[in-house]
């Protein structure tokens, strides 16, 4: 991550707006973009580019259409490194009743589009110093999820059909699901069942992890799909991704664990 790249992203107003469009949907096409700036076809995409180029947004393709998605890692990323972990309480705090206070008055027509589909997909991309075999263990390892992953410990043997849950101190499990494919080193995927405060009821759905080289790092993928649209629980697991991941990343870059738990 470049912050330099990350401020001159953010600094531009149509930039930030393509965001919040992608927070209130995310999995956007170019046309549905279009439809919310006041601008060319062609400025768009000259936007999309450098949000791209920051890492602030992902695309993948879907038959003749890319859609683009919000990556949020960037800016926690920054968050981690300029903010005190003795104010980060307080700020996240500010920064969701300001956040809150300004959507009320975005149109509702937005919003609305926000709630149609019963389905949400998230994905995220981050860029590691490390390796594949690192990776994959930092993954699945309980002594080192501990130290990113709100401490918790992931047990499981990693055998496509068994379970996997990631338990804190006192053995309950925050998340479990089952083991839909493993490939080790390369691919991860898993049904994904939150059980904390609140989650009762919440939908299973289905997250991918999967690892590429590149060059001496590695990318990381994360594809989080079939979440509940609109629901509270969804706006937490998005924040939560982006607070582990830039946890995963320090961990492995520095060998030193970032407190995700403020």
Same mark, same amino acid.
């Given at each position: 991550?470049?912050? @330099?790249? #990350? =401020?001159?992203?953010?600094?531009?107003?149509?930039?930030?707006?393509?965001?919040?469009?992608?927070?209130?949907?995310? +999995?956007?096409?170019?046309?549905?973009?279009?439809? +919310?700036?006041?601008?060319?076809?062609?400025?768009?995409?000259?936007? $999309?580019?450098? *949000?791209?180029? %920051?890492? $602030?947004?992902?695309?993948?393709?879907?038959?003749?259409?890319? *859609?683009?998605?919000?990556?949020?890692?960037?800016?926690?990323?920054?968050?981690?490194?300029?903010?005190?972990? &003795?104010?980060?309480?307080?700020?996240?705090?500010?920064?969701?009743?300001?956040?809150? *206070?300004?959507?009320?008055?975005?149109?509702?027509?937005?919003?609305?589009?926000?709630?149609?589909?019963?389905?949400?997909?998230?994905?995220?991309?981050? &860029?590691?110093?490390?390796?594949?075999?690192?990776?994959?263990?930092?993954?699945?390892?309980?002594?080192?999820?501990?130290?990113?992953?709100?401490?918790?410990?992931?047990?499981?043997?990693?055998?496509?059909?068994?379970?996997?849950?990631? /338990?804190?101190?006192?053995?309950?499990?925050? #998340?479990?699901?089952?083991?839909?494919?493993?490939?080790?080193?390369? /691919?991860? #995927?898993?049904? =994904?069942?939150?059980?904390?405060?609140? %989650?009762?009821?919440?939908?299973?759905?289905? #997250?991918?992890?999967?690892?590429?080289?590149?060059?001496?790092?590695?990318?990381?993928?994360?594809?989080?799909?079939?979440?509940?649209?609109?629901?509270?629980?969804?706006?937490?697991?998005? /924040?939560?991704?982006?607070?582990? *991941?830039?946890?995963?990343?320090?961990?492995? @870059?520095? +060998?030193? %664990?970032?407190?995700?738990?403020?």
């Amino acid at each position: 991550m470049d912050p @330099e790249q #990350v =401020f001159k992203a953010l600094g531009d107003k149509s930039r930030r707006r393509l965001l919040d469009l992608l927070f209130l949907k995310d +999995g956007r096409s170019l046309t549905e973009l279009e439809a +919310g700036l006041p601008m060319t076809r062609f400025g768009v995409m000259k936007h $999309l580019r450098v *949000l791209e180029s %920051a890492g $602030l947004i992902t695309t993948k393709k879907r038959g003749r259409e890319t *859609l683009h998605y919000l990556n949020a890692i960037p800016i926690q990323q920054v968050y981690d490194r300029w903010v005190s972990k &003795y104010s980060k309480g307080w700020a996240r705090s500010l920064t969701e009743l300001k956040y809150d *206070l300004e959507e009320r008055t975005m149109e509702d027509n937005e919003m609305a589009e926000a709630q149609t589909a019963d389905t949400t997909t998230h994905v995220y991309q981050i &860029y590691i110093r490390t390796t594949p075999e690192k990776l994959w263990q930092a993954l699945t390892v309980g002594d080192l999820t501990e130290k990113y992953y709100y401490g918790t410990r992931v047990d499981s043997d990693w055998k496509e059909g068994s379970g996997y849950a990631y /338990r804190g101190a006192d053995g309950e499990a925050l #998340v479990d699901g089952s083991i839909i494919e493993s490939e080790e080193n390369k /691919r991860l #995927v898993t049904t =994904f069942n939150p059980h904390w405060q609140g %989650a009762d009821g919440y939908p299973e759905s289905t #997250v991918t992890f999967e690892i590429e080289p590149v060059g001496k790092i590695c990318k990381l993928t994360l594809t989080h799909e079939k979440m509940a649209a609109g629901h509270e629980i969804t706006q937490g697991i998005f /924040r939560g991704w982006s607070e582990i *991941l830039s946890g995963l990343k320090t961990l492995l @870059e520095t +060998g030193e %664990a970032l407190n995700t738990s403020a």
